[in-house]
């Protein structure tokens, strides 16, 4: 079946330094694409989404970048802060209402 | 605040013995769902609604009952529960496309 996945389950970074999240879709009819952050005991929280008729969507210190031709999705993080560290997590939408998650990376801020 | 609330969001109980973790939205919002949470299997979808009176199955609805009687609130029900029922269990709502709003998780064990 059609599924998202996501190539590192940890990554470790220094404090400051950019951090950078993948995600692969194999569903090639997704046209909707979003990146949720969940910190312990909480929920997910939206972080930037994107469309497929887009490449790259920025916000505040995150960047998403798609590449259709590889069903390739990253998250960019500049600046990385202790409080990003988190789960994250990609979902993908395809034509139907229902929302597909990734299993999730473990981003780790080394101070 | 727009937000999700879920109850309880901490619960031990005994196999067989009955429950509902309740579910509620103030975002006027179509679509609710229910998902569960599981170490190393990610975010996996039981039930959701597109609206009220409407329903229907996720990818995990077996031993789970849903309701949607109102558009603010669909709660979960445990007819039966059973240890492998044990999990991290989100609500979530959203219009009928866009970004999933999640509550804060109501973990349950079953014994």
């Known amino acids: 079946g059609e599924s998202v996945g996501l190539h590192l389950p940890t990554l470790s970074v220094q404090e400051g330094d950019n951090s950078i999240i993948n995600c692969a879709y194999s569903n090639s009819a997704s046209d909707y694409f979003i990146w949720y952050k969940q910190e312990s005991g909480k929920g997910p929280q939206f972080i930037i989404d994107i469309r497929s008729n887009m490449d790259k969507r920025q916000g505040q210190r995150v960047t998403v970048l798609l590449n259709k031709t590889v069903k390739h999705l990253s998250l960019q993080i500049a600046a990385t802060q202790p409080g990003d560290s988190a789960v994250y997590f990609c979902?993908?939408?395809?034509?139907?209402?229902?929302?597909?998650f990734g299993s999730g990376t473990r981003l780790l801020v080394r101070p | 605040e727009a937000q999700v609330t879920q109850n309880p969001r901490y619960l031990i109980t005994v196999t067989g013995k009955k429950l509902t973790v309740t579910c509620s939205q103030n975002m006027n919002h179509e679509y609710m769902s229910w998902y569960r949470q599981d170490p190393g299997l990610g975010l996996r979808q039981i039930y959701y609604?597109?609206?009220?009176?409407?329903?229907d199955k996720g990818d995990v609805p077996e031993g789970y009952k849903v309701s949607r009687k109102e558009k603010r609130n669909f709660p979960l029900i445990l007819e039966s529960p059973s240890p492998n029922q044990t999990s991290l269990y989100f609500c979530?709502?959203?219009?009928?496309?866009?970004?999933?709003?999640f509550g804060e998780g109501s973990r349950l064990t079953v014994l």
């Open positions: 979902a993908e939408n395809d034509s139907s209402y229902k929302l597909i």
């Open positions: 609604s597109m609206n009220v009176e409407v329903t």
């Open positions: 979530a709502s959203r219009y009928n496309t866009g970004e999933l709003f």
